[in-house]
């Protein structure tokens, strides 16, 4: 019996170690977050994907160091995020959502009264923009041979900050979570996913700065099921979907 | 015919005994099993030159337990410590298995808890680490399932011999749930990230750990119930004192030879039977008969194994050793009786036989109605209810608590008699005694103290009578010659005829004493001489007792009338039956059974024998004869006649103890198996989890257990 019972304590102190040592490759949705990615980022046509030193149209005015910009189909909202977040940007944020903010304001918006972290972006060049997201961390981001790509940046981030990598199973979408219950989410499989890109976004704040979330063109008004204090809810979001018409 | 009790190993459940009983009735040669699940042992009656005890235990080998004979008596130390180390070792597969158990309830339950949030190590999350998820539960359900292996090795091994027993049932439903999750696991690594939601690695260690503590709790309880014969086993002494070449030497109890003379201090034990040869003392034997006060033993007078020697040094020659002295006949009768089946366990064998095949079929045809009737209906095709179905059926289903029911509590029924100075022999004289609605009681040496002294002579016929009956063994022939303190006249041709009187040639006269003691010499009445035998002290009240249980109570004697009325009357009797002749006594028994009684007879004399024997329930006084004590069905080991309305009370106790146990284990099964196949869901209320299954069919187990060990509190003497 001593025996057995040594044998069941060595096993199960191998098996723990190995789920600590290989929990990296282990870490399915983390993994499949950055394929699926990188995949996206693939099917995106070209002139979707700027380096914001290139950007030169971009709302946001060139940060450094630099970000990513993917622009949307509609060219009127991208998603933003950080090549390195040891070195914030202007507006302090490694990942954000710039939406175009016209389709909430003729909802009944009054940009002013929307949260200060919600940072309105007023330039002549561009119709008014609103970023939402926030700060990851200050993790150095190390590149091969200096080679900057979108997808190992999004390694980085979801090397460093998994524990904001999510996986919606409903949508069969990982997600990125923005903070304050926005998020962004990707396809897992782009091929059969007719929703390829969601943005998704908590409506309280805009309803508290005037919006009618019904009234928001553009964006669908839903309950979705979301996780809260570690239970399953229904919540409503607003919700923009984006198909990037990949077969 | 020949019988012998085989220890069986391997029981897990009543499906087991009902299977071992089963495969040997069909063997040629085998008149009668008994397989007692609590005890662990069967009980077979066969013809030895038919079947041989070794191809019986063949057969039970060949259907996957182990048959090994008793233990002889150095033995038995053994065998209890390897049930000891039995419950040790359950004990310690449960704290293992709950070790892990605990936490892998944990990480499976606290996602979902809704109420509260419990703290979760992050880099476990499901949602996020699915995977990890998995392999963390599975890495702690594999020590469960190593500790639980027996369950499997016997569990698969008795469903491919097409019995299965509770094992199976715990088996099949774990296999299913880990076999599901394995599944599962390998869907989240190829993607499919939600089958984290269909993981059940801790629905099979739950219910493991569950069991495992219902069996380790049904352990201790069924040592509980075996404390009596604990207790006879332990008053032996080790060793003795015996006088070889004259010198004292102290030897192994085991080494002590018949002839021996054995000495035995104040406040040793006796070590063996035998016959006081030197020596006074006052000897406690209130271990063998219940009876407190010291019993004064002098030259010529028996002492008996475990009884205590309380004043004076006495040397006795052993006359009876191992396994024929009193005690160790007590220990035999009352493992006898523990292991024998009481009529009313006939249904909950039965059942139990076909239980475990018919729970799984139920257990497959619930699952696959849910299946099909949630696909086809609201094309909801949901592989996980119909698992959850099926799982929960075949752990809530088990036939423990049915096997357990009565044999428990004749266990402790059983036991606590002995501990009384009640033994009953079997478990059907326990159940036919709360049955019984008339008490014959012989007179003398059973309401009276069997001593009778001389009250009157008429005539000078004192020394003639004490001449031919001291020849007598009757009670009132040991009266005439205690008081007669004369020479005897030479007897010859001396004869007693049974029931009639005596009678033999004195001094060239035939003389003959009759019924009445009346002395007649060739054929000439000389005198008479009266004797009187005094009720005993408890008499009385033991006749206000079994009236005040509403029986009807007889009183049988061959005296005449006359005297039997005076008794009668004294001790509360109104019905008598005087003037029997000793072989009319159990006709007088069969007319009342004819009328519709279920009778006792209670004797003490070998002419009561045939009447014990014929009567429901035999009870024999402890002092009375081998031979009645043979006959009988009950043994009182103290004179006491408030021992008969103990002995009653004892057995309505018992039997409705045992009906409560078959209500609550067929009670328990009625409503769980529907429960568990979904019907509460069906009608808008929750479905079962499985692990609330397990709990459920442990605590039933454990339940019947209790409520038998409640008999221990019975009290003897406690009948108003």
Redesign the interface.
Known sequence: ?KK??AA?VV??VL??SS?AVF?NQ?????N?AVKAFDKMVQALPESSLLDDREDKTAGLPATSPSAWHIYLPGDSDKFVYSQNTANPNVINMDVFLEIALDPFINAGLHPEQLPENYQVLDLSAAPKAVAIGGKLGDKTFSYKDDEITPAESFRHIASFY??T???H?EMGHYNIDLGSGNMFEWA?DIRTNGKDIVFVLNPEPFIAAGVDPEKVEGWTYAQVPA?E???MVQVWKLLKPFDLAVS | MQTQILDIRGMTCAACSARIEKVLERKPGIASVSVNLTTEKALISFDPSVITVEDIIAAIEKIGYQAILPPQEPARDKDRERKQQEIH?LW?KFI?SAV?SVPLLYIAM?????VV??P?P??LAP??????YA??EL??V??VI??GYRFYTVGFKALLRRSPNMDSLIAVGTTAAVLYSLYNTWQ??A?D??KVDALYFETAGVIITLILLGKSLEAVSKGKTSEAIKKLMGLAPKTAIVVRNDVEKEIPIKDVMIGDIVVVKPGAKIPVDGTVTDGNTAIDESMLTGESMPVDKKAGDMVYAASINTTGTIQFEAEKIGSDTALAQIIKLVEDAQGSKAPIAALADKVSGVFVPIVCLIALLAGAAWFLGKGFSVNDWDVEFALTIFISVLVIACPCALGLATPTAIMVGTGKGAENGILIKSGEALEIAHKINTVVLDKTGTITEGRPEVVNIEGDVLQLAASLERYSEHPIAKAIVAHYNGEYLPVENFRAIVGEGVEGDISGKHIKIGRGIEVFADGEYLGKIAVSDKPKQTSSAAIAQLRGMDIDIVMITGDSRKTAEKIAKQVGIEHVLAEVLPQNKADEVKKLQNEGHVVAMVGDGINDAPALAQANIGIAIGSGTDVAMESADIVLMRSELTDVPTAIDLSKKTIRNIKQNLFWAFGYNVVGIPIAAGLLYLLGGPLLNPIFAAAAMSLSSVSVLTNALRLKNFKGGAVK
């Open positions: 019996m057995a019972i069941l096993f199960v098996g723990a789920l929990h282990l870490d399915v949705v983390g499949g998994r524990n990598i999510g996986y199973a897992k996780e204090n570690g239970k | 070792t310690t293992i892990f606290a996602p979902m808890l809704k949030r419990l979760f992050a880099g949602m996020n680490y699915p995977l990890i392999l963390a890495l702690l594999i020590p190593a500790v989240i690594i993607g990230f939600m």
